[in-house]
């Protein structure tokens, strides 16, 4: 168990544990937080787990977790690892179950006032034009053979069905599809559970979120991602489903045999992995950039309902109600990438679970319209509480390999959130607040209540503050979503 007197402040939001406190670590373990973050952080295994991952064959410079963190399956929730090619090895664990779980974020010309005597009506709408819940279909049905074209070209499928359009793809991570996705790397099982579930929601912790721009805290930058003070716009969050926890549940078990035909030695089965180089390697680099496509596709068919949502409340009755999209950003997923290591650049493969990447200015990955200011990173918080948006910094790059965090980050597990918090009280609440609330389930909606999770605003200014990422507009809910 790591404690407070086993910590190394190294600046103002940084932590460090040196390899020192364990034979078996390759580097340091780095996190960051302020004085308040680090009680709660403390109080989980997260930290050990951050320590585990310093273990890894071929990881580089440091291991970080973010502001976030909290304790997940193998790797911290928050977790920022790299390792190097070609021997060093990538991790399900690193990824998670949820492969490319993310945020995109539209924007309206709407401003608040206008909007909040229909809120209730679209609320209503949005419920019903988007299906949510566990194992919950969709209304996209997928031709023999589709599912495949899916997993391979992400959104671009999407677009070409008439679920969006060419700026849709521009202001999306990798322009919505990850080359090298291989739909022969996912199993039967995996595609079983997928191919009636684009377009749809899920649970948990996944959501639509109707919201106001309620603070500005950069003009310059607002701007040109199209955002102004008293704006309406809206969130989701949800990524691929039952096919990216299945792909992740199948390698999980594959990899059980490659640690040990590839004599790695782990302090914790979770962490199971395999080299890069390797044919395991491959194969599950492969299937989790198939489902990583499968989650793009299934945000840009649920961007479709919601605009066909926004059309049925408010034609005729507002005008400007057409939803355009700012950025889409993933927040589970392995990317290789070419870093700073020492004194070169190095290709490696960064695992970045509940963390978001965060590349700063002149960056050719970014897409043309955003490149001379950083990418965009979008942080949601929790129901009733505001949600973030950031652009990368240089930073963020040195740093923490152009990384910053995802979320809020949990305090309580969901059974403990369930066992604390009533469902029903929890709505009367946020409708109190001025919230509209649409949920399937009562107990889902307490797993995911505010007091589950971190100040999302100190989370921001620890990112802020230590140079990973740039403030730019906070948003405050109007209307929630729930599986």
Not at 288 to 313: G, S, T
Not at 471 to 483: F, T
């Amino acid at each position: 168990m790591v404690r407070i007197r086993d910590l190394r402040r190294i600046d103002a939001y940084l932590y460090e544990i040196p390899p020192s406190f364990r034979p078996d670590m390759r580097v340091p373990a780095r996190f960051y937080a302020d004085a308040a973050l680090i009680d709660n952080i403390l109080g989980d295994r997260s930290l050990e787990q951050l320590v585990n991952t310093a273990t890894l064959p071929g990881v580089v410079n440091h291991v970080l977790a973010m502001p976030d963190m909290h304790q997940g399956y193998g790797f911290p929730i928050g977790g920022v690892v790299a390792t190097a090619l070609p021997d060093g090895v990538i991790s399900p664990g690193g990824v998670g179950y949820d492969i490319n779980c993310g945020v995109r974020l539209l924007a309206s010309q709407i401003d608040v006032e206008a909007i909040r005597p229909h809120l209730d009506d679209l609320a209503s709408m949005l419920y019903a034009n988007c299906p949510s819940g566990v194992g919950k279909g969709g209304p996209v049905k997928l031709a023999a053979g589709e599912l495949d074209q899916v997993m391979e070209k992400g959104a671009r499928w999407a677009v070409q069905r008439g679920f969006g359009s060419a700026a849709d793809l521009e202001r999306t991570e990798e322009e919505g599809c990850l080359a090298g996705a291989d739909a022969q790397k996912v199993s039967t099982r995996a595609r079983d559970r997928g191919k009636g579930q684009i377009g749809t929601l899920g649970a948990g912790n996944h959501f639509i979120e109707v919201d106001v721009v309620d603070r500005v805290a950069d003009d310059a930058i607002a701007r040109r991602l199209g955002l102004f003070a008293g704006q309406v716009v809206v969130q989701i969050h949800c990524g691929s489903r039952g096919l990216g926890h299945q792909v992740c549940t199948d390698y999980v078990d594959l990899f059980q045999k490659a640690v040990h035909k590839y004599g790695i030695d782990l302090p914790d089965r979770e962490l199971v992995c395999a080299p890069l180089s390797s044919p395991e390697g491959r194969d599950y680099l492969a299937a989790m950039k198939a489902a990583a496509n499968y989650a793009f596709a299934n945000r840009q068919v649920l961007v479709y309902h919601i605009r066909h949502a926004f059309e049925q409340v408010l034609a005729g009755k507002l005008n400007h109600h057409h939803l355009f999209q700012v950025y889409d950003i993933a927040h589970n997923m392995a990317k290789l990438e070419s870093h700073r290591v020492g004194a070169r650049m190095v290709e490696v493969c960064v695992h970045r679970k509940g963390a978001t990447r965060a590349f700063g200015p002149g960056s050719d990955v970014l897409p043309p319209v955003y490149r001379d200011i950083g990418q965009p990173v979008l942080v949601p918080g929790s129901m009733g509480t505001s949600s973030w948006v950031l652009v990368g910094t240089e930073g963020g790059m040195s740093q923490a390999f152009g990384s910053t965090c995802h979320g809020a980050g949990r305090t309580m597990s969901r059974h403990q959130a369930k066992r604390s918090v009533q469902g029903p009280a929890l709505r009367r609440e946020l409708e109190a607040a001025g919230i509209r609330v649409r949920a399937g389930s009562m107990a889902g909606l307490a797993e995911e209540a505010p007091a589950a999770y971190k100040d999302v605003d100190r989370v921001v200014d620890v990112v802020h503050e230590a140079g990973l990422a740039r403030r730019v507009a906070r948003l405050a809910p109007l209307a929630v979503i729930k599986g």
